[in-house]
């Protein structure tokens, strides 16, 4: 029960953190939309300077958010009663995998491809490509190896810090 309560909490906690910057501005968020839309926007004379500035901020925020997640859902698992490597690594993948889910078939699916307020100026006519179902689920399918990525790391933190409290 307490998996499922941190799901929905993380969830909510996502769409907060996501909506709210789109909907305010949806170039903030042009590296995670399909390609053919961010080949247009980056053509469009109003978007040519703050292109190449986003995707340096993309790929930092994107680090930083793997070494905070990896820490934040191991304080997570820490909490909800794991304390070895495999009850953490499968508590962070399943809470993961569901706010990766949520957030395909919720956020992308659901919002994003029938939001005309997330709609680039500029791109208005691309509604194929702000449909394309298919980019979503590949980016799902590369959430899921993340989510491995971060679940390892955390079962790390969580197995190191034990063996450490052993010692000490």
């Not at 907060?16 to 590296?31: E, T, V």
């Not at 340096?56 to 009663?81: D, M, P």
């Not at 390892?152 to 190191?160: C, H, K, Q, T, W």
């Amino acid at each position: 029960m307490v998996l499922v309560i941190e799901c929905v909490v993380l969830c909510i906690v996502f769409t907060l953190i996501i909506l709210p910057a789109q909907y305010k501005d949806p170039i903030n968020m042009i590296m995670s939309y399909p390609p053919n839309i961010i080949n247009r926007v980056e053509q469009l004379p109003q978007y040519k300077e703050c292109i190449k500035e986003r995707e340096k901020k993309h790929i930092s925020k994107k680090v930083f958010g793997l070494f905070f997640f990896v820490v934040l859902l191991a304080i997570v698992a820490y909490f909800s009663g794991c304390r070895g490597f495999v009850d953490t690594f499968f508590h962070v993948f399943m809470l993961f995998l569901v706010v990766n889910i949520y957030d395909m078939l919720v956020l992308d699916w659901g919002i994003f491809c029938h939001s005309k307020k997330l709609r680039i100026p500029g791109t208005e006519d691309m509604d194929k490509d702000y449909k394309d179902y298919l980019f979503h689920v590949k980016g799902a399918l590369k959430g899921i190896v993340i989510g491995v990525i971060v679940a390892i790391l955390s079962g790390l933190v969580i197995y190191f810090g034990g063996v450490y409290n052993d010692l000490g």
